[in-house]
């Protein structure tokens, strides 16, 4: 998620209104939990008047470990090196599967450490760095400025302007802008990049052998975050995952999915989007959210709600159409 700024006054104006007594927990971390095949999930984290962290993943092969995703905070990070020091093996490289500080924001450091990482990636950071992340740091700063970030939130803003500072360590050593079979630690994988999608070029990873898809924000919960999204290019990577043979889909954020699960999680994204892109009341469109995706929403259903708010309004004002754009 991206556009923490606009969805976190929506969040603070929802909090209020929120019983204390729903107010979520947030979801527990699993630490380097083994989920078969070489490989490890360190689950993101979604706390309340926080930014989140992506799920990251620890693979390794016959010729050492690598990381997918990086994560946001430093506690996540430390979290990624308790795991490979776990599983007693030099990581040799990064696989980002986009360029949310969500998810790269861990990769300096991880670099400096280890420094023997190649990270790979898409050229998409070069646009962002110019682009969005420029744009969302002078409004941060901004923001900062006049005290109009909430307390809760400073210490990330911040900290997401200390990231975008040092953009340049963001950006990979292998541009990966095409699909294409490769072998990292010895292991084989098909990276697939899906075009416009949730940035303008989004990475995922099919793991043949596993039959696992490792998509990114291609599948986020509660709400898919839309902030520099296409939607029709999305719901195109989604039909491409749907058919990749793959029985298991590890998502951005949240947890493991069947390949029914993740039929459920579509056929709510596709509702959603028509809903948000046709001329019916909005709250509908949130309303419908709720619903087809409940057993991923029920936790925090005040949030949940407020995010679907924005993003349908996000969709509907057109100011997403321009990242359809070749
Ligand atoms: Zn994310």
């Known amino acids: 998620m991206r556009g923490w700024l606009p969805a976190l006054v929506a969040l603070a104006l929802a909090g209020c ?32 008047g926080r930014s989140p962290d992506g799920n990251s993943l620890i693979l390794y092969g016959p010729e050492g470990a690598f990381v997918i995703d990086s994560g946001r905070h430093a506690e996540h990070l430390a979290l990624i090196k308790q795991g490979l020091s776990g599983i007693g093996m030099t990581p040799v490289a ?22 023997d990482i190649k990270v790979y990636g898409t050229s998409a950071i070069d646009g962002a760095l110019t682009g969005f992340l420029a744009a969302s740091a002078a409004s941060s700063r901004k923001a ?15 900290g997401d302007l200390a990231t975008i500072a040092r953009g340049a360590e963001l950006r990979p050593d292998v541009v990966v802008d095409e699909t294409r079979d490769v072998a990292i630690a010895g292991r084989p994988l098909s990276l697939r990049v899906a075009h416009h999608a949730v940035t303008e070029r989004d990475l995922w990873i099919y793991d043949a052998a596993e039959k696992r898809a490792i998509v990114g924000d291609l599948v986020t919960v509660p709400v898919p975050f839309l902030d520099t999204a296409c ?10 995952v749907a058919a990749s043979g793959a029985e298991q889909i590890v998502p951005g954020h949240g947890p493991i999915m069947s390949l029914a699960d993740f039929e459920q999680w579509k056929r709510a994204f596709a509702d959603f989007i028509a809903c948000a892109k046709g001329t019916g009341a909005l709250e509908a469109c949130s309303a419908g959210w709720l619903a087809g995706a409940a057993r991923w929403a029920d936790d925090d259903r005040p949030r949940t709600k407020a995010m679907a708010d924005y993003y349908g309004e996000l969709v509907r004002s057109g100011k997403l159409d321009g990242y359809c754009k070749a």
Do not use: C, Q
């Open 94 to 115: 990064i696989v980002n599967t986009h360029w949310h500080l969500d998810h790269i924001s861990g990769n300096p450091a991880l670099k400096a450490a280890f420094p």
């Open 144 to 158: 900062l400025a006049e005290g109009a970030v909430p307390a809760s939130a400073v210490a990330d803003v911040e």
């Open 17 to 48: 209104a929120a019983n204390p007594a729903v107010e979520a927990v947030p979801a527990p971390r699993a630490y380097a939990h083994g989920i078969g095949g070489a490989t490890f999930l360190i689950g993101g984290s979604f706390a309340p």
């Open 231 to 240: 939607p029709e290019g999305w719901m195109k990577a989604l039909d491409d």
